[in-house]
């Protein structure tokens, strides 16, 4: 049978879907009790919109899918941390995690397959990178873990909060992250407070300030350390937008989004960026922004160059920096057993970037 091109509904945002409806000859709010279906239903199956007309189903289920991409692998670890590998395509899949803590529930999503910056210590790294993420696949990780998780005993969602934090570079698929972003925030899509969703970058400037100028939600900054020395070594996105450029763009995003704070990602390695004069220079680098900063014990994972620092020196470079004021916490590893922890997730990416290949030649190189 000849596949037909259908519009998936998850790749658009409320306007989108206006406009598109209009198309269809519809008056926008049928697109309006669409999204509530969908989003608030869980439903992908026009046949069951029972407030739409009859013809109208008709229309759609020939011309429209609600489709997110496959889920194929279901994983739960020892501390209830759940993962999912999500199939976007033949040969790629990437992975969605939720964690689930006192009062709350977070899922955290992948924005790209693979990645291509070449953060140091990081798995995704190591996977390379094949392309976006599209808007139905980003939407699509959230649609089907609310479905998957269902309602506490009072009928709320277990998804409390989103963050941007999975495999890929939000702000570098910025095209596709703002729609979804638009929907995750909208009544008639998740309908998250815009404190709940979190979007983390490494600092791609250029789009930070978009971000900034187009949308309200939290913002996680991937600092790991204080200056461009280390910086440019560790994330190597620093070459391009070295610190004092991305320290620009955060008080630009501050000053446009009064009473917000910035979210310091900060992963701890033993003796690279860890020591009591690093935490003292991150305090300087600092100064004046409302901050919280995140310290995240380094996770390993197959073929890892760097060790995580021992509790006692995260302890004392958590100390300097609260002895200044900054409220520092700890980020608890969760989902370990199962790789799920930050920096672990890998997926499936047909690598474009030959990086996977090319790691593996350095490294026989090194041996040899
Ligand atoms: N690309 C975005 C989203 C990744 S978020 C960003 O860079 O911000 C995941 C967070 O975990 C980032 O701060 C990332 O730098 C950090 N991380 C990556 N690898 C890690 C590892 N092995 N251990 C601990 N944290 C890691």
């Known amino acids: 049978m000849a596949e037909v091109l259908r519009n998936n509904l998850l790749s658009m945002d409320r306007a989108a879907l206006e406009a598109y409806f209009e198309r269809l000859g519809e008056k926008p709010f049928r697109a309006r009790q669409v999204m509530k279906w969908v989003y608030h239903q869980g439903e992908t199956d026009f046949s069951a919109m029972t407030d739409l007309s009859k013809a109208l189903r008709e229309k759609l289920a020939a011309t429209a899918e609600v489709r997110p991409p496959r889920v194929i692998a279901d994983q739960l670890s020892r501390d209830g941390t759940r993962k999912w590998l999500m199939r976007v395509d033949a040969g790629n899949s990437v992975e969605t995690v939720f964690i689930p803590e006192e009062g709350r529930g977070t899922l955290c999503i992948s924005s790209q397959v693979g990645c291509a910056l ?17 808007v139905a696949e980003i939407l699509g990780q959230i649609w089907h873990a609310d479905r998957l998780l269902g309602r506490d005993e009072n009928g709320n969602r277990r998804l409390t909060n989103i963050v941007l934090m999975g495999m890929g570079e ?23 407070s815009k404190r709940r969703v979190t979007l983390s ?59 917000r704070h910035i979210t310091w990602e900060y992963v701890m390695l033993d003796g690279v960026n860890d020591s009591e004069a690093e935490a003292r220079q991150v305090a300087k680098l600092l100064a004046g922004i409302p901050s919280k900063i995140n310290l995240i014990p380094f996770n390993p994972y197959p073929g890892a160059r760097y060790r995580r620092s021992s509790d006692a020196r995260i302890e004392r470079f958590r100390k300097v920096l609260q002895d200044k004021d900054f409220l520092v916490i700890t980020r608890k590893t969760r989902g370990d057993d199962i790789d799920a922890a930050c920096g672990q997730l890998a997926g499936e990416v047909q690598d474009r970037s030959r990086r996977q290949e090319r790691r593996a030649a350095a490294r026989a190189e090194a041996v040899s």
């Open 118 to 134: 070449d953060c140091q210590f990081c798995a995704t790294a190591e996977q390379g990178f094949n392309r976006n993420l599209d």
């Open 170 to 192: 939000p702000l570098a698929n910025f095209r596709n992250v703002l729609p979804a972003l638009r929907v995750m925030l909208d009544d008639l899509g998740f309908g998250f």
């Open 201 to 259: 970058t490494s600092g791609v400037v250029s789009n930070l300030y978009r971000l900034a100028d187009e949308i309200d939600v939290a913002l996680a900054v991937s600092l790991h350390a204080p200056v461009d020395e280390i910086r440019d070594e560790i994330v190597p996105i620093n070459r391009k937008w070295p610190l004092a450029e991305l320290m620009d763009a955060c008080r630009y995003y501050i000053e446009r989004h009064p009473g």
